[in-house]
């Protein structure tokens, strides 16, 4: 009777945890990060003579599960093909699995259950609606295929035919920075990112083609897929996620243009082709991928300025980018614009948005307001870095980004640890938060006495 009761209680605690898949999804991330970090550790992923330390593998296989971009050492250089190969296989994993993780689960448990039941992954309970969990991981798995075949055959043909290198190292250096780049990882196998190839669009163009695609979420790649000239028939989610995308494109372009247009270190020798390209290129990369054509440390500061902007809002939900996502801070302007009106409802293109999506908005926007705020204070405290550059380092990491100021790997021990806890929440943690609020909504059979304190 004590096992079945204790058989009981285990198939209880499997069946809540398979339930609520989301509980897991963070546990299956430390568990690749931990695998990913042992085969790091192994001598022959290291270049050099010798295993890699402890600390770089746990970094990078961080960064690499996490698709952020950031590395304490030289990709190229410092990690054999082997190791290379290993990091490509954690960033597809981790920006894969991010999305298909819990629908992986349920599917396990045999609980064909719909998304707009159930699945809240992402920031705003991410909805494709009228998909079964089959269908969406139907979609993301071919997608995620097509795109990222289609843009290593063009790097190849390129860095081939245009650039010379051997068909051997085109098809790798194609193949990662296509895997790369859909997953919004920022990895590069060339030391300098992709700055060798500052005026060649047919490399730096199907980059930003797949980051913006998959910076989209597949909510909004599967109403394009569906009904690509309905624009009106689209749910809000992709409508406000498609034109958020535009006008953070659109801003980012022209602000990056207008501040690097005279600087000496970075737009300013290249003709105006190039200027408008690269600029172009870096609207793009602060959306969670965190490739670089141009030295960020060369930026001035009123485009830093703008880079913490857009690292913070990040790109789509149910995708592979990060921050606290476009619909979460369009929701919030709704909020402060409807409060300014006086209006009790927040109402956008028709359709009013619930309070308890507001609320989620509101908390994931303050914890990683708040989240941000304190790793950049004991950044600074442990460190002797410029504040402009450390905050970059922070929101880049919080955010899944990858860009740096070149500061990452001259970070003391303490704080490239604190890097890490700022990616793998970043990752996960927001999304946990906003998950636990949207599972848990109990309705209390009571409520207490109205009292309004002064606000303002």
Known sequence: MARQREQGSGSGVKSSV?????????????????????????????????????????FTATSAVAVTGLATVDTATYWSFFGQAVILLLLQIGGFGIMTGA????????????????????????????????????????????VEAGIALVLILRLRLAHGESWGQAVWNGVFHSVSAFNNAGFSTYSDSVMGFQADFWILGPIMFAVVLSSLGFPVIQELRNRPFAFRSWSLHSKITFLGTLFLLAAGFVGVLAAEWSNPATLGPMPWSAKTLNAAFHSVMPRTAGFNSLNVGDFRVETLG???????????????????????????????????????????????????????????????????????????????????????????????????????????????VVLIVLMYLGRVGTITVATALALQHNQKRYRYPEENPIVG
């Open 306 to 416: 703008i880079n913490y902007v857009l690292m913070f809002i990040g790109g789509g939900s149910a995708g592979t980018a990060g921050g606290i996502k476009i619909t979460t801070v369009f929701l919030l302007l709704l909020i402060v614009w409807a409060e300014i009106r006086g209006q009790q409802d927040t109402n956008v293109m028709g359709r009013r948005v619930g309070s308890r999506v507001e609320r989620q908005a509101l908390a994931v926007g303050v914890l990683a307001g708040v989240l941000i705020a304190v790793a950049t204070l004991v950044l600074v405290s442990i460190s002797h870095m410029p504040m402009q550059d450390i905050l970059f380092e922070a929101i880049s990491a919080f955010s899944t980004v990858g860009l740096s100021t070149g500061i990452t790997a001259d970070l003391p021990p303490a704080g490239q």
């Open 103 to 146: 629908v992986v689960l349920g599917l396990v448990a045999g609980r064909d259950f719909r998304l707009r039941d159930r699945l809240a992954t992402e920031v705003e309970r991410n909805r494709l609606l009228g998909s079964s969990a089959r269908s969406v991981l139907y979609l993301a798995f071919t997608v995620t295929l097509v």
């Open 18 to 58: 398979l339930r609520h898949p989301v509980r897991v999804v963070p546990l299956l991330f430390l568990a690749t990060i931990a695998i990913g970090t042992v085969l790091l550790l192994l001598p022959v992923s290291r270049a050099g003579p010798g295993s890699a330390s402890l600390l770089d593998a746990v």
